[in-house]
């Protein structure tokens, strides 16, 4: 388990990252999703140790990450701009990192290298930016480390890689309980990835949940009624917008569904329709609240 | 064995629970029998496998399977389950037939007419 807390990062006078408190389970696929420059790299190189925390830590199963060797040996960090050594082969480079990571794995190299089909012994700096891409996610799988950090990975792969991908990621989470933490602008990969979000917003956690309760927890509702729409609705819901078009009433509401659903049902409407929100629709309705513009692109 | 709706609003995780028990009450599954492995799932759909092993762990708890550790997951004697959904099932159709009738004029009398009428039925059944 990694745990963050009260962790604060300046970069002279700017605050980057404020107070983030976050809890990342063992075994899971957690993503960190932030509007532009919400500090989603800034985290991911704090709790990778490659940045000094200014306050607070990030810890991994008790142990300090910042400047720990022993622990950091444990996880990979996959940045979205890797850094190859000039003129190195992939085979040359895997041979590297198996120098530092004692738990590389030949192996697991060697499958992989069916997997990407890419010729080992091809200098890196000549490979496509795709395939530059294949490259680091075939080595920092072959790293076989505890933890495997994203920073937007899988862009740049196309679709029938990214599938691959994910089934050898999904599969290592099974077999080993590897824990993933990826961040990523596109929401629909997420989705379908993770089992944990985070969402950022200027240095600061405005939500950190279970993916399925987050989606729970906050529902579009459709809904008519023959006559007036009842007080006790916009009473008792927690209703985060509202819309009326003709007869058709569209809130949307925070909290429990069946709750809701119930609540409606008693009035006996004519029309009602639940909806779930997208992850998408979440994370700018999320936003919105943080104060981040939003307009009226939800509905 | 089961379809999921990547594109679908419905959180993969409630996918995979309806999925399974429409497969229980339709008794494409049958008692005892064993479910596909998480792995097995999360392969064949590429889906998180901790997704899965949560929507198995809540099936468990609404009792349509239970689990032997180191064995898999199986089918749960569920018969009595299935009635109840069944029941319940029935009771939203007829409502919505009714609610139907009600706007195209039909009288409260002219229901209880069509009750009495397939309470007799049955019973000439016998």
Same mark, same amino acid.
């Given at each position: 388990?990694?745990?963050?807390?009260?962790?604060?990062?300046?970069?002279?006078?700017?605050?980057?990252?404020?107070?983030?408190?976050?809890?990342?389970?063992?075994?899971?696929?957690?993503?960190?999703?932030?509007?532009?420059?919400?500090?989603?790299?800034?985290?991911?190189?704090?709790?990778?140790?490659?940045?000094?925390?200014?306050?607070?830590?990030?810890?991994?199963?008790?142990?300090?990450?910042?400047?720990?060797?022993?622990?950091?040996?444990?996880?990979?960090?996959?940045?979205?701009?890797?850094?190859?050594?000039?003129?190195?082969?992939?085979?040359?480079?895997?041979?590297?990192?198996?120098?530092?990571?004692?738990?590389?794995?030949?192996?697991?190299?060697?499958?992989?290298?069916?997997?990407?089909?890419?010729?080992?012994?091809?200098?890196?700096?000549?490979?496509?930016?795709?395939?530059?891409?294949?490259?680091?996610?075939?080595?920092?799988?072959?790293?076989?480390?505890?933890?495997?950090?994203?920073?937007?990975?899988?862009?740049?792969?196309?679709?029938?890689?990214?599938?691959?991908?994910?089934?050898?990621?999904?599969?290592?989470?099974?077999?080993?309980?590897?824990?993933?933490?990826?961040?990523?602008?596109?929401?629909?990969?997420?989705?379908?990835?993770?089992?944990?979000?985070?969402?950022?917003?200027?240095?600061?956690?405005?939500?950190?949940?279970?993916?399925?309760?987050?989606?729970?927890?906050?529902?579009?509702?459709?809904?008519?009624?023959?006559?007036?729409?009842?007080?006790?609705?916009?009473?008792?819901?927690?209703?985060?917008?509202?819309?009326?078009?003709?007869?058709?009433?569209?809130?949307?509401?925070?909290?429990?569904?069946?709750?809701?659903?119930?609540?409606?049902?008693?009035?006996?409407?004519?029309?009602?329709?639940?909806?779930?929100?997208?992850?998408?629709?979440?994370?700018?309705?999320?936003?919105?609240?943080?104060?981040?513009?939003?307009?009226?692109?939800?509905? | 064995?089961?379809?999921?709706?990547?594109?679908?609003?419905?959180?993969?995780?409630?996918?995979?629970?309806?999925?399974?028990?429409?497969?229980?009450?339709? *008794?494409?599954?049958?008692?005892? *029998?064993?479910?596909?492995?998480?792995?097995?799932?999360?392969?064949?759909?590429?889906?998180?496998?901790?997704?899965?092993?949560?929507?198995?762990?809540?099936?468990?708890?609404?009792?349509?399977?239970?689990?032997?550790?180191?064995?898999?997951?199986?089918?749960?004697?569920?018969?009595?389950?299935?009635?109840?959904?069944?029941?319940?099932?029935?009771? *939203?159709?007829?409502?919505?037939?009714?609610?139907?009738?009600?706007?195209?004029?039909?009288?409260?009398? *002219?229901?209880?007419?069509?009750?009495?009428?397939?309470?007799?039925?049955?019973?000439?059944?016998?």
């Amino acid at each position: 388990m990694i745990k963050v807390e009260g962790l604060y990062k300046n970069y002279g006078d700017f605050e980057a990252l404020k107070d983030i408190n976050l809890t990342i389970p063992k075994g899971s696929v957690y993503g960190i999703i932030g509007s532009n420059g919400a500090g989603k790299t800034t985290l991911l190189k704090t709790i990778s140790g490659i940045y000094k925390p200014d306050k607070g830590f990030a810890k991994i199963e008790d142990e300090d990450i910042y400047e720990n060797v022993h622990v950091k040996k444990r996880m990979f960090f996959v940045l979205d701009d890797p850094y190859y050594y000039h003129n190195y082969s992939i085979k040359e480079m895997a041979s590297f990192y198996k120098s530092i990571y004692e738990s590389y794995s030949d192996e697991k190299y060697e499958n992989l290298k069916d997997v990407f089909k890419i010729d080992e012994n091809k200098k890196i700096k000549n490979l496509s930016k795709g395939m530059k891409r294949q490259v680091i996610i075939w080595l920092a799988l072959s790293l076989n480390t505890d933890v495997l950090i994203l920073d937007e990975p899988l862009d740049g792969l196309d679709a029938v890689m990214r599938q691959k991908v994910k089934k050898i990621i999904f599969e290592e989470v099974l077999e080993r309980q590897l824990t993933v933490i990826i961040s990523s602008h596109n929401l629909r990969e997420l989705e379908d990835f993770c089992d944990h979000i985070a969402i950022i917003h200027s240095g600061s956690v405005i939500k950190e949940k279970d993916i399925d309760e987050l989606k729970n927890n906050i529902f579009k509702i459709q809904f008519a009624f023959s006559g007036d729409v009842p007080k006790e609705l916009t009473e008792k819901l927690d209703i985060l917008y509202y819309k009326q078009s003709g007869k058709v009433t569209t809130f949307i509401v925070k909290g429990d569904r069946k709750k809701a659903e119930d609540l409606i049902l008693k009035y006996e409407p004519i029309l009602l329709d639940i909806i779930p929100l997208s992850l998408e629709e979440i994370f700018i309705h999320e936003m919105g609240e943080a104060g981040y513009e939003k307009e009226n692109i939800l509905l | 064995m089961i379809e999921l709706d990547l594109r679908s609003r419905i959180p993969i995780y409630e996918q995979i629970i309806e999925k399974i028990k429409d497969l229980i009450i339709k *008794e494409v599954l049958k008692e005892d *029998e064993q479910l596909p492995s998480v792995r097995a799932l999360s392969t064949e759909l590429t889906i998180n496998p901790n997704t899965i092993q949560k929507a198995y762990r809540e099936l468990e708890r609404q009792g349509y399977i239970y689990t032997i550790p180191g064995k898999g997951n199986f089918v749960a004697p569920v018969k009595k389950i299935i009635n109840e959904e069944k029941v319940k099932e029935i009771k *939203e159709e007829i409502k919505k037939k009714v609610m139907e009738g009600l706007y195209l004029g039909m009288k409260r009398q *002219e229901f209880i007419d069509i009750l009495d009428e397939a309470v007799k039925l049955k019973e000439g059944l016998k």
